[in-house]
């Protein structure tokens, strides 16, 4: 099993739709999670980064963590054209405080 | 500012050659982390140098080593390619380890034949 599930997708949706990403972890001791934005043959883009539990909003974008669950998203309201890539949910902390844990990567596609 | 600068951007190479990568984190940023990325997979953790010292190795075979110099740019070198080591190999800068703040650069794209 992977340290952290995330849904490959493919995600297709009309502009202006509320997209939700998804990611699940294993390991108890991420304390630190990112979501970032990787367009095709770039580096990843950071978008949002949440320590422990809780929401942040910044804009259109809202990262939400559950610890108890071990589950965390991130919604996309008013989703844009330019907003298609692929979305990679990240983690650090505890023994691998430092190194990040990535998941596989959703890809989404929004249509005018 | 400059952002994380790679190079080179792409490579071609053989299998059993040998390969060098470099990095400059972005001013100020005193930690760099490699991660390889191979096609439709999320970024694999390699290494992590702070302050020009290993502070973090991911699963990968010794034919993969790395360093940072004194000013915090860094080189990831790769013995004897196989195949399967064709993909973006990402360099990430922070100011130190751990937390958030990563910043990636857009890579090297590797394609060993």
């Known amino acids: 099993q992977k340290e952290v599930e995330q849904d490959p997708g493919p995600l297709s949706v009309p502009e202006g739709a509320i997209v939700s990403l998804n990611c699940t972890y294993s390991?108890?001791?991420?304390?630190?999670f990112m979501w970032y934005r990787q367009y095709s043959r770039k580096g990843p883009e950071l978008l949002m980064y949440?320590?422990?539990?809780g929401n942040k909003e910044d804009g259109r974008f809202t990262a939400q963590v559950d610890k108890s669950s071990k589950y965390i998203s991130l919604f996309i309201r008013d989703s844009q054209p330019s907003d298609s890539a692929t979305y990679l949910c990240?983690?650090?902390?505890?023994?691998?405080?430092?190194?990040?844990?990535f998941g596989q990567g959703t890809i989404l596609t929004v249509h005018p | 500012d400059a952002g994380v600068t790679q190079s080179p951007t792409h490579l071609i190479k053989t299998r059993g050659q040998h390969v060098t990568l470099r990095c400059s984190p972005i001013?100020?940023?005193?930690?760099v982390s490699w991660y390889q990325q191979v096609l439709g997979q999320g970024p694999q953790f390699i290494f992590q140098?702070?302050?020009?010292?290993?502070?973090g190795r991911g699963n990968f075979p010794d034919r993969f080593s790395a360093r940072q110099f004194p000013n915090y740019s860094s080189e990831l070198n790769v013995n004897a390619l196989l195949l399967g080591d064709s993909a973006l190999y990402l360099c990430?800068?922070?100011?130190?380890?751990?937390?958030?703040?990563?910043?990636f650069g857009s890579g090297t794209r590797l394609t060993v034949v």
């Open positions: 990430a800068s922070s100011l130190t380890p751990g937390k958030a703040g990563y910043t």
């Open positions: 390991n108890s001791a991420f304390q630190y």
């Open positions: 949440t320590y422990s539990s």
């Open positions: 990240a983690m650090t902390g505890g023994t691998s405080y430092g190194k990040l844990t």
């Open positions: 001013s100020g940023h005193k930690s």
């Open positions: 140098y702070y302050e020009k010292e290993e502070r």
